[in-house]
């Protein structure tokens, strides 16, 4: 597939107003509410989590019906597992990136001692599974991880559905 110089766009706009969303929660000097600024231009980055979960969704339509017409051979499980594969093969560095650096920085910021670090990395590792909102416990470094998680395990739902209703 191509890629759309339009929804590129859009991600990139939306990926920096999370960003934003999320630094400009934590500047001092600011009237707020729940822990986010009131009346700030920022205050609405959590669109951009709207639009990753619809633009996900619609290319989840799109491998679903290429999947379809490709591979009418292949069993519902087998492409489903096929599916989630490459999802969290394209995820996984980024995650482990962003894990490494979260955990050098908290180590650092936070004091911890080699027993403390060790206990954290232990407690993380159902993050690294993308099992955050599964409801296993953990000492999640990085609360950004809900968003896969939740994408992860809604797709595992309804991709089968999808591929099995295709027609109807």
């Not at 993308?130 to 470094?141: M, N, P």
Request: with cysteine.
């Amino acid at each position: 597939m191509k890629k759309n110089g339009k929804v590129e766009l859009w991600r990139f706009i939306f990926s920096i107003a999370v960003l934003c969303f999320h630094v400009y929660k934590f500047l001092p000097g600011e009237e707020k509410y729940d822990g986010v600024v009131k009346l700030s231009f920022f205050s609405g980055g959590y669109l951009g989590v709207e639009f990753f979960f619809v633009l996900s969704g619609i290319l989840m339509a799109c491998s679903v019906y290429y999947a379809s017409e490709r591979s009418r051979s292949l069993s519902l499980g087998a492409s489903t597992t096929q599916f989630l594969k490459k999802k969290v093969s394209r995820l996984m560095p980024m995650l482990l990136a962003v894990f490494v650096l979260l955990f050098i920085v908290q180590f650092f910021a936070d004091n911890w001692s080699l027993f403390t670090a060790g206990e954290k990395l232990f407690n993380s590792i159902p993050g690294l599974f993308f099992l955050q909102i599964s409801g296993i416990q953990g000492a999640y470094l990085n609360h950004i991880e809900w968003y896969l998680s939740v994408m992860l395990i809604s797709m595992l739902i309804l991709y089968p559905l999808l591929r099995k209703w295709y027609s109807s």
